[in-house]
């Protein structure tokens, strides 16, 4: 492949990852966050989408009728998540369907625990480097969950109120085609994500039920508390 083809590809990979991590996403914010124009997103955009990889927000579409003026915010497709993971997933599927038949629903759930702890240990230094202050715990897991394959970012929600706390937004899962059949992953995941930030998380959204990213609120209000008892258990 030319050099240049290779760097245009490249081009549009970062483009499809970012959508993954921050879609609903527009051209202009993504030309912005990546230091490019905005036609040359739009122009990668219009490919990506010609070949099923990102579509148009169904909600910014809906918007845009409402307010009668068009709206062209991308979030990832099937075939988007397909082109960012690898093709074991029917394998893995085929797998876990046979630990099923022939040990039975707790041997999955066992699994996927394993999975999920394993994953929760590479990523505990990280977390645990960020200190106390909830919402860099928060970031700091997102910015390991990127580094592991899953497309993640965090966003501070209701600053000031008594239910502030932070998405942690995950654009991409590279099990989640797995988990859509065997949702003991997304379980022992959530579980997973309370034991690093010490509070109870909660699943908003997930890939694996056809939402266009997995969203986990971490209430940082509960969070401060639990890191403050741990510096002072008086």
Same mark, same amino acid.
């Given at each position: 492949?030319?050099?240049? @083809? ?11 990852? +970012? ?64 082109? +960012? ?15 099923? @038949? ?133």
């Amino acid at each position: 492949m030319p050099a240049a @083809d290779r760097a245009e590809s490249g081009t549009r990979r970062r483009v499809l990852t +970012l959508v993954s991590e921050r879609g609903p996403i527009t051209a202009a914010q993504v030309a912005e966050i990546l230091g490019l124009t905005t036609a040359g997103v739009r122009r990668h955009l219009d490919v990506l989408a010609e070949e099923g990889a990102v579509a148009e927000s169904e909600h910014t579409l809906a918007e845009a009728r409402k307010r009668g003026r068009p709206a062209r915010a991308y979030v990832l497709t099937d075939q988007g998540h397909k082109n +960012l993971r690898g093709d074991y997933d029917e394998l893995a599927t085929s797998v876990l369907r046979f630990l099923r @038949d022939t040990q039975g629903e707790d041997a999955v759930g066992a699994f996927a625990k394993a999975q999920a702890t394993a994953l929760a240990e590479r990523v505990r230094a990280a977390v645990e480097a960020a200190g106390d202050d909830p919402e860099a715990r928060s970031a700091a897991l997102a910015d390991a969950l990127r580094d592991e394959g899953y497309a993640a970012s965090a966003r501070p929600v209701g600053k000031g109120t008594p239910l502030a706390g932070v998405q942690l937004c995950q654009g991409h899962c590279p099990v989640q085609h797995v988990a859509a059949e065997f949702p003991q992953f997304c379980e022992a995941e959530a579980e997973a994500f309370s034991g690093l930030l010490g509070v109870h998380v909660q699943r908003l959204a997930s890939l694996a039920h056809g939402d266009h990213v997995c969203t986990t609120f971490v209430p940082t209000h509960q969070l401060a508390h639990t890191s403050h008892e741990r510096r002072d258990p008086r």
